[in-house]
């Protein structure tokens, strides 16, 4: 079942949604979307000015992730403490926000000291390989303080072990959308949904975000090896969303590297 967020637009903003979209924005708005029908991947474009990047960008995600060129690039530095757990449903997604002090150095020219805003997770993954999705996929957003955009990155999951921290957060993530839980005392580890230190060979390629209004000044970075989750686990979060993966796009004219590890 797929879920739909809709915004305060469409409880009380009427003359808001005649006067269009800047005027919405302008309110703090933006217009709703989703996963399916009028709303879906394929409209995201013409919903909102805002949006445009979604319908006319080139340099869009996800995106295969087969036709990789082999590259030696270091291994991205990831610095994940364990933080307070603060889980919200938005409508899309379950995502966690991150504490401070969470940090990624993704080992390539963006730099290092990119500091970790949230992540959340889409059933089945985005990217694919050779077109196969595997069941979850994880999206670690980072912002600079100094440079624009984003690095993301990303864990694909398959089925096999439970992970403790997935465990924490579908037990505290909440039904409806909208919800938000931090309960008392309760920690995430973050770490503990990426691959071994030894294994993080890694995908890079320059994308956007995959959801409105995906925004094209995000680097990509997707661990090679994935993680598991259990069925039981895949199970749960698909109970909340199923089918919240934008279909891949076209790679047009960029590199695709693949490093080692
Ligand atoms: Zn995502």
Redesign the pocket.
Known sequence: MNRRHTFSILGGGALLAALGPAAARAAGDAAPWGYDGAEGPAHWGDLDAAYRACGEGTRQSPIDLAEATPADVPAPAVRYPAMPLDVTNDGH?VRVAATRGARLDPGAAAGAGWRLQQF???HPG?HTVNGAHRPL???F?HTHPDRPGYV?L?VLAEAGAANPALATILDHAPEKAGGSAAPDGVTVDPAALLPPAGARGAWRYHGS???PPCTEKAAWVVFTTPVTVSRDQIDRFAALYTGNNRPVQPLNRRFLLRSGG
Request: proline share 0%; glycine share 8%; hydrophobic share 35%.
């Open positions: 997604t959340h997770f889409h985005e996929e994880i999206h957003v993301v990303g975000l995959t959801t």
